[in-house]
């Protein structure tokens, strides 16, 4: 089990859990949330590359937030649930 924690959400009554889990990465497209610290950029784009490489991964969606300190905007959000099977958000410096 996996337990899924948003600092930035209002509390809820429990952790939050992954509707579904991927069997393989293989033909999937995974989406990246940048929150705008230093260095997430870079580490998006070598793990990107190594998604797609070693792992068959079909695609990289990658969508920066103006800040890290707020949300996502809601068009992201949907963006991203909508092309991606998985979505990576992150922190860098």
Known sequence: MVLLYDPTA???SGPARASQTL???????VGF????K???NHLVDD?????VSNYG???IIKRR???ASIPAPDEIVRELADE????????GD
């Open 38 to 40: 230093p260095n997430f």
């Open 84 to 91: 991606c099977d998985l979505v990576i958000t992150g922190s």
């Open 33 to 36: 949330i940048d929150n705008a």
């Open 57 to 59: 991964v079909k695609r």
């Open 65 to 67: 937030k103006s800040s």
């Open 23 to 29: 069997a393989t990465l293989s033909g999937k497209v």
């Open 47 to 51: 793990l990107g590359a190594l998604l």
């Open 10 to 12: 209002t509390r809820q």
